[in-house]
């Protein structure tokens, strides 16, 4: 087999709820996970995380039994991590966070007690942070965020009940403008990516169902645009034999190409989905190489796609991955 596209998959893969494609069947499948640099600190699950240039960044977690405020890079060409400034708001985690132009911005979490709401920027220049108006919505964790043609947003999530309001943030008035919310089910722990500056929204769960629904957002128009689901809904016009929904999944892009992996949807996972958004279609890649894991952190810089920390049960992780997306050598596992 070679390539197998979602249409070719066949349903008995998909009892695999906490499990994935027996070796020799991922053997077939394009890509290729590399294991690089270990984190260089406390293992943990639940950060956020954002990209600038060739560098990802790391802030807060969990530990399962401490809430963090640290704040770490991740040099790509380097495979090196370099501690920075520590958050100074609340220690937290299940925040959300995004980067426009050469900035990171981070906000909202739970702190042990408290849903939180306050927003912050962080600038790499200065490696300093500055507190910025608040988030506008209420406090919650587990949203959804994207940096996208100058702006940030942030919605969905949790705040004792599932959301989908959704915000806009204009960093050079820092001001908040309440937006049309994602259309669809309410989620908590969804995914998000942008390619061509359309951001796009997936997965999380709602009511305890996982969500299915997938739509894409064009800031040009501030209108949200249903996609193809990402479960087995079909019709007479579109066989998706296939279901990736989950919450808490990784999405990175590489090449104009997302890359959706981990996560958990009973149990945690570690198949791995490459959306091509001139189809909107999903295929089949090879699965994540590292345990099969949730509540981890991506980065990418659009050429190198990153896993990060995460946990599975009790156990929580400070290993990290690269996709190489195009090659795959099992000579070389």
């Known amino acids: ?67 963090l405020n640290d704040l770490w890079e991740y040099d790509m060409t380097t495979d090196a991590w370099t501690q920075k400034s520590s958050f100074p708001g609340t220690a937290r985690s299940n925040g959300t966070a995004f980067a426009i132009d050469n900035k990171g911005y981070f906000g909202t979490g739970y702190d042990g007690t408290n849903n939180l709401n306050d927003f912050w920027e962080y600038d790499p220049a200065s490696n300093a942070w500055t507190q910025k108006a608040n988030f506008p919505g209420s406090g919650r964790y587990d949203a959804v965020s994207f940096g996208v043609s100058g702006k940030g947003y942030i919605g969905a999530g949790n705040d004792g009940n599932y959301l989908k309001d959704f915000y806009s943030f204009n960093p050079s008035s820092n001001a908040w403008t309440q937006i049309v919310s994602i259309g669809g089910s309410k989620r908590q722990g969804a995914s998000s990516f942008v ?64 890359y959706l992996t981990c996560g958990e949807s009973g149990g945690v996972r570690s198949d791995t989905w490459k959306y091509y958004p001139s189809t909107d279609l999903w295929e089949q890649v090879h699965d994540f190489k590292g345990s099969a894991r949730t509540v981890a952190v991506s980065f990418s810089n659009g050429t190198r796609g990153y896993i990060a920390t995460g946990k599975s049960g009790t156990y929580w992780f400070d290993d990290i991955w690269e996709l190489h997306p195009y090659d795959y050598d099992p000579d070389d596992d």
């Open 1 to 67: 087999m070679t390539h197998k596209s979602l249409f070719a998959l066949l349903i008995a893969l998909f009892p695999v709820i906490a499990t994935s494609c027996s070796d020799d069947d991922d053997e077939d499948l394009i890509g290729h996970w590399v294991r690089t640099s270990d984190f260089d600190g406390l293992a943990r699950g639940e950060a956020s995380c954002f990209s600038i240039g060739n560098k990802g960044y790391l802030v807060g977690g969990y530990t399962g039994k401490t809430r």
């Open 195 to 258: 390619i061509d500056n359309i951001a796009y929204v997936c997965g999380g769960i709602n009511n305890g169902e996982y969500v299915d629904d997938f739509w894409k957002f064009d800031p040009a128009t501030g209108q949200w645009t249903q996609l193809r689901d990402i479960a087995n809904t079909s019709d007479e016009d579109y066989d998706d034999d296939y279901s990736i929904v989950r919450k808490n999944a990784n999405t990175f892009v590489i090449d104009g190409a997302a």
